[in-house]
C-alpha cells in the first residue's frame, strides 16, 4: 500500500461520539485494532495516547484502530449481555471488512469481550465467521476469576441494586451460570470446527483490584502472559512504545502475521505437547465402497483445523470447483483410457453437502477409510475398528491425498466419487494436479500445526505416495522444515506397481501401531507378503 499518497488516518466518531475509529478509508486494509474500556471507563479517556503509540508500530503501520464505547456509570442496572450484544452489533457494522480483528480490553471491557465471543459462537454463520476473523484478544487486568475488592462491596446493603456491575465483577456470571462455563459451552455447542481467537492475560504490580489468575479460572483459550508495570488505573493508560505490555502485544501481533497458519499462538502453550505421533500421508484408491452410506454428520473433517479462514474457504471453493468440471463433463481420464468422468454413475450422484461447504445432505457418505478400496487399503474392517479403538496418542494420525477432495482425514466422511490427479481438463489440458498443487502444502501445514496446537507433538511425516504425481503436489521442503519427513521407498517396485505393497505395509501398521516406533531411516524392511519379495526403506527427505 502506497504511505506517500495514504498520509494518515481519519477520525471517524460514532453513534454521538460515543466510539470513534481511525481510517485509512482503503477497502484493502486488512487489520483492526479495537479497544474496549472497563467500568467507569471512557472510549478515549481510558486509553489517553497508548492506541496512537501502539499504531506506530511497524506490523501495524498499514492497520485502522479504533475504541468502542459503551454506557457505564455510578448508577447502571444494565446486563453485561446487552454491551456483549452491543458490541457485536458494532463490529458487524464497522469491522466488515477486515480481515484480522485484535482486541485490547481492560477490566469489565474482557468480560464483556468473552461473553461477546460466547454469543458468537451460539449465533449464525456470519456471527461465527465475524468471531474467525478475531485473531487474539490481550486482557489488561481483567478479573475473569472475579475481583476481592468486589466481592467486599458486594456484600454493602443496596449496592448491587444501584450497580448490578459490582456483583459481575466479583463473580463474573451470565444468567447465574460462571463466565467460564458459559463460554466452555458455547465451544461445545458449536462444535469442532468452530475457529475463535486466543487470549493473553496481563495483571499489573500495582493492581489492588485484580490479582493473577488461578489456574482454574483459565479457558482452554487463555494464557496468562504475566505481571507488567502499573497499577490497575495506569496499566493502560498512555504506555509508550517500549512499554513491557506494548512490545508484549507486539511480539504476538508480529508472530500472527509471519505464521498465520499458527493464527494466535498464545504465549505459552494452550496445552503441552504429549506423547508424539506419526503422520501417514497415502493417496486415494480408484476402487471404493458404496455400502452402508450414511448422512455427513456436519463436523470433523480436515476442513474443521484449519483457523486460516481465507484458506479454507479456497479450499471448499476448489472442491466444489472441480465437482463442477466433472458433472460438466469437463474432466477425462486420460492416463489410462478411462474416459469422460461424467459418465461414471457416482459422479452423477454427487452432493453440494458440507465436504463442499454447501447444505445438502443425505445417506451419500462414508468415512474415507470405509470408502477407499484400492490396493493401498487392503485393511480389512474389523482391523480398522480396532485401530480406532486404540488411543489417539498410540496410533498414527492417517491423511489422503485425493483428486477431488485435496486432503482429508481416514476418518472424514466423504461421498463416492471416480477422478485422479492425472486426469485433465479438457479445453486447456491442465492435469486436476495443478489446480491442487498451491492449496496442498499450506493445508498440510495448517493441519499438522493444529494437531500441534491441540497437544500432539507431530513425531515425523512419512509419505506412502507411490505414485509421483501425488508425491510432487506437496512441497516437501516447506515440510520438511517444520518436521521431518520421511518417504517410503520399494526396492523393486514404483508408480502403480508398488500399490499393493503399500497396501500390505498399511495393513501392518494398522493392525501393529507400534511398528511405527522401530523405524530407523534408510534400512531395508521385509515382509512375505510383499509382491516380488520387495523390501522397504523410509528415506529422510533432502532438500534440493
Same mark, same amino acid.
Given at each position: 500500500?502506497?504511505?506517500?499518497?495514504?498520509?494518515?488516518?481519519?477520525?471517524?466518531?460514532?453513534?454521538?461520539?460515543?466510539?470513534?475509529?481511525?481510517?485509512?478509508?482503503?477497502?484493502?486494509?486488512?487489520?483492526?485494532?479495537?479497544?474496549?474500556?472497563?467500568?467507569?471507563?471512557?472510549?478515549?479517556?481510558?486509553?489517553?495516547?497508548?492506541?496512537?503509540?501502539?499504531?506506530?508500530?511497524?506490523?501495524?503501520?498499514?492497520?485502522?484502530?479504533?475504541?468502542?464505547?459503551?454506557?457505564?456509570?455510578?448508577?447502571?442496572?444494565?446486563?453485561?449481555?446487552?454491551?456483549?450484544?452491543?458490541?457485536?452489533?458494532?463490529?458487524?457494522?464497522?469491522?466488515?471488512?477486515?480481515?484480522?480483528?485484535?482486541?485490547?480490553?481492560?477490566?469489565?471491557?474482557?468480560?464483556?469481550?468473552?461473553?461477546?465471543?460466547?454469543?458468537?459462537?451460539?449465533?449464525?454463520?456470519?456471527?461465527?465467521?465475524?468471531?474467525?476473523?478475531?485473531?487474539?484478544?490481550?486482557?489488561?487486568?481483567?478479573?475473569?476469576?472475579?475481583?476481592?475488592?468486589?466481592?467486599?462491596?458486594?456484600?454493602?446493603?443496596?449496592?448491587?441494586?444501584?450497580?448490578?456491575?459490582?456483583?459481575?465483577?466479583?463473580?463474573?456470571?451470565?444468567?447465574?451460570?460462571?463466565?467460564?462455563?458459559?463460554?466452555?459451552?458455547?465451544?461445545?455447542?458449536?462444535?469442532?470446527?468452530?475457529?475463535?481467537?486466543?487470549?493473553?492475560?496481563?495483571?499489573?504490580?500495582?493492581?489492588?483490584?485484580?490479582?493473577?489468575?488461578?489456574?482454574?479460572?483459565?479457558?482452554?483459550?487463555?494464557?496468562?502472559?504475566?505481571?507488567?508495570?502499573?497499577?490497575?488505573?495506569?496499566?493502560?493508560?498512555?504506555?509508550?512504545?517500549?512499554?513491557?505490555?506494548?512490545?508484549?502485544?507486539?511480539?504476538?501481533?508480529?508472530?500472527?502475521?509471519?505464521?498465520?497458519?499458527?493464527?494466535?499462538?498464545?504465549?505459552?502453550?494452550?496445552?503441552?505437547?504429549?506423547?508424539?505421533?506419526?503422520?501417514?500421508?497415502?493417496?486415494?484408491?480408484?476402487?471404493?465402497?458404496?455400502?452402508?452410506?450414511?448422512?455427513?454428520?456436519?463436523?470433523?473433517?480436515? *476442513?474443521?483445523?484449519?483457523?486460516?479462514?481465507? !484458506?479454507?474457504?479456497?479450499?471448499? %471453493?476448489? =472442491?466444489?470447483? /472441480?465437482?463442477? &468440471?466433472?458433472?460438466?463433463?469437463?474432466?477425462?481420464?486420460?492416463?489410462?483410457?478411462?474416459?469422460?468422468?461424467?459418465?461414471?454413475?457416482?459422479?452423477?450422484?454427487?452432493?453440494?453437502?458440507?465436504?463442499?461447504?454447501?447444505?445438502?445432505?443425505?445417506?451419500?457418505?462414508?468415512?474415507?477409510?470405509?470408502?477407499?478400496?484400492?490396493?493401498?487399503?487392503?485393511?480389512?474392517?474389523?482391523?480398522?475398528?480396532?485401530?480406532?479403538?486404540?488411543?489417539?496418542?498410540?496410533?498414527?494420525?492417517?491423511?489422503?491425498?485425493?483428486?477431488?477432495?485435496?486432503?482429508?482425514?481416514?476418518?472424514?466422511?466423504?461421498?463416492?466419487?471416480?477422478?485422479?490427479?492425472?486426469?485433465?481438463?479438457?479445453?486447456?489440458?491442465?492435469?486436476?494436479?495443478?489446480?491442487?498443487?498451491?492449496?496442498?502444502?499450506? *493445508?498440510?501445514?495448517?493441519?499438522?500445526?493444529? !494437531?500441534?496446537?491441540?497437544?500432539? %507433538?507431530? =513425531?515425523?511425516? /512419512?509419505?506412502? &505416495?507411490?505414485?509421483?504425481?501425488?508425491?510432487?503436489?506437496?512441497?516437501?521442503?516447506?515440510?520438511?522444515?517444520?518436521?521431518?519427513?520421511?518417504?517410503?521407498?520399494?526396492?523393486?517396485?514404483?508408480?502403480?506397481?508398488?500399490?499393493?505393497?503399500?497396501?500390505?505395509?498399511?495393513?501392518?501398521?494398522?493392525?501393529?501401531?507400534?511398528?511405527?516406533?522401530?523405524?530407523?531411516?534408510?534400512?531395508?524392511?521385509?515382509?512375505?507378503?510383499?509382491?516380488?519379495?520387495?523390501?522397504?526403506?523410509?528415506?529422510?527427505?533432502?532438500?534440493?
Amino acid at each position: 500500500m502506497n504511505n506517500q499518497v495514504r498520509r494518515s488516518r481519519v477520525l471517524k466518531t460514532i453513534d454521538g461520539d460515543r466510539s470513534y475509529i481511525q481510517t485509512y478509508h482503503h477497502d484493502d486494509t486488512q487489520d483492526f485494532v479495537l479497544f474496549i474500556h472497563g467500568i467507569l471507563g471512557h472510549h478515549r479517556e481510558t486509553w489517553k495516547d497508548t492506541p496512537a503509540q501502539l499504531l506506530t508500530e511497524q506490523v501495524l503501520a498499514e492497520a485502522d484502530f479504533g475504541s468502542f464505547g459503551y454506557h457505564t456509570g455510578w448508577f447502571d442496572r444494565k446486563p453485561t449481555r446487552l454491551h456483549a450484544l452491543q458490541l457485536i452489533t458494532w463490529m458487524h457494522a464497522h469491522l466488515s471488512t477486515y480481515r484480522r480483528i485484535y482486541v485490547i480490553a481492560h477490566s469489565m471491557g474482557g468480560l464483556v469481550t468473552r461473553e461477546a465471543c460466547a454469543l458468537l459462537a451460539r449465533g449464525n454463520q456470519d456471527d461465527r465467521a465475524l468471531l474467525a476473523r478475531i485473531k487474539h484478544g490481550f486482557f489488561v487486568a481483567v478479573p475473569i476469576a472475579g475481583s476481592p475488592v468486589a466481592r467486599v462491596l458486594s456484600k454493602i446493603p443496596f449496592l448491587g441494586l444501584i450497580n448490578t456491575k459490582v456483583d459481575l465483577l466479583a463473580n463474573p456470571q451470565v444468567a447465574g451460570v460462571e463466565l467460564k462455563q458459559f463460554y466452555e459451552e458455547s465451544i461445545r455447542q458449536a462444535g469442532p470446527g468452530l475457529v475463535r481467537p486466543k487470549f493473553s492475560l496481563f495483571t499489573g504490580t500495582a493492581d489492588r483490584l485484580v490479582p493473577e489468575p488461578p489456574e482454574w479460572s483459565l479457558t482452554q483459550d487463555d494464557s496468562y502472559a504475566g505481571v507488567v508495570e502499573g497499577s490497575h488505573g495506569s496499566i493502560k493508560m498512555d504506555q509508550s512504545a517500549n512499554s513491557t505490555l506494548m512490545r508484549l502485544i507486539v511480539r504476538q501481533i508480529e508472530k500472527y502475521q509471519s505464521d498465520p497458519a499458527i493464527q494466535t499462538a498464545s504465549f505459552s502453550a494452550i496445552t503441552p505437547l504429549g506423547a508424539a505421533r506419526d503422520v501417514l500421508i497415502m493417496a486415494c484408491s480408484a476402487t471404493k465402497s458404496s455400502s452402508n452410506e450414511t448422512q455427513h454428520p456436519n463436523s470433523g473433517g480436515v *476442513l474443521s483445523s484449519v483457523l486460516d479462514e481465507e !484458506l479454507r474457504h479456497a479450499v471448499f %471453493k476448489q =472442491r466444489a470447483f /472441480i465437482k463442477d &468440471l466433472i458433472e460438466s463433463g469437463r474432466i477425462r481420464g486420460d492416463e489410462y483410457d478411462e474416459g469422460n468422468r461424467r459418465s461414471r454413475l457416482q459422479n452423477k450422484a454427487l452432493l453440494l453437502g458440507p465436504d463442499f461447504g454447501g447444505l445438502d445432505n443425505a445417506p451419500r457418505y462414508l468415512p474415507a477409510h470405509r470408502r477407499y478400496m484400492g490396493r493401498a487399503f487392503q485393511v480389512q474392517a474389523h482391523e480398522w475398528e480396532k485401530f480406532f479403538a486404540v488411543p489417539a496418542a498410540q496410533r498414527p494420525h492417517i491423511l489422503i491425498v485425493s483428486g477431488l477432495y485435496g486432503l482429508c482425514e481416514a476418518e472424514e466422511f466423504i461421498q463416492n466419487y471416480d477422478c485422479h490427479l492425472t486426469d485433465v481438463e479438457t479445453v486447456s489440458g491442465r492435469p486436476l494436479q495443478s489446480y491442487w498443487q498451491e492449496l496442498l502444502t499450506p *493445508l498440510l501445514v495448517a493441519h499438522l500445526s493444529y !494437531l500441534e496446537r491441540s497437544g500432539v %507433538k507431530v =513425531r515425523t511425516v /512419512i509419505s506412502l &505416495l507411490a505414485e509421483d504425481f501425488y508425491s510432487n503436489a506437496i512441497d516437501w521442503n516447506a515440510v520438511s522444515t517444520r518436521w521431518p519427513v520421511l518417504h517410503q521407498r520399494f526396492e523393486k517396485t514404483s508408480g502403480r506397481k508398488a500399490l499393493d505393497n503399500v497396501g500390505v505395509w498399511l495393513q501392518k501398521v494398522v493392525t501393529q501401531p507400534a511398528v511405527l516406533r522401530t523405524l530407523q531411516p534408510d534400512t531395508f524392511y521385509e515382509d512375505p507378503r510383499f509382491a516380488e519379495h520387495d523390501r522397504v526403506k523410509f528415506e529422510p527427505h533432502r532438500a534440493g
